[in-house]
């Protein structure tokens, strides 16, 4: 179907994600019987899933760290203010 398509969707073609060629191969490899590629491909699927779920957790850890010093801050402008009083 690729070759027939007009030469307007070559760059197309050639800018698809990564994971539309992998889902491709893995579907090529399905349909000659080996599931290896599929089966690579979805634990590495999973393993970045794990690793962006710790670094979602990271990040919210790091932006309440951030919350709260934020808050010491101000509270301590507001004693040094007085205290200049």
Same mark, same amino acid.
């Not at 070559?10 to 080996?34: M, V």
């Not at 690793?51 to 760290?65: D, I, P, V």
């Given at each position: 179907?690729?070759?027939?398509?007009?030469?307007? #969707? /070559?760059?197309?073609?050639?800018?698809?994600?990564? %994971?539309?060629?992998?889902? %491709?191969?893995?579907?090529?490899?399905?349909s000659s019987g080996s599931?290896?590629?599929?089966?690579?491909? *979805?634990?590495?699927?999973?393993? +970045?899933?794990? *690793?962006?779920?710790?670094?979602?957790?990271?990040? /919210? %850890?790091?932006?309440?760290?951030?919350? #709260?010093?934020?808050?010491?801050?101000?509270?301590?402008? *507001? *004693?040094?203010?007085? +205290?200049?009083?």
């Amino acid at each position: 179907s690729t070759a027939n398509a007009p030469e307007d #969707d /070559a760059p197309n073609r050639y800018s698809r994600t990564d %994971r539309t060629t992998y889902g %491709r191969y893995s579907r090529d490899a399905n349909s000659s019987g080996s599931s290896v590629p599929s089966n690579a491909l *979805e634990k590495r699927i999973e393993e +970045l899933e794990r *690793e962006l779920a710790k670094e979602r957790q990271e990040n /919210a %850890r790091l932006m309440k760290m951030t919350q #709260d010093k934020e808050e010491l801050i101000g509270k301590l402008k *507001e *004693e040094i203010d007085l +205290l200049n009083r």
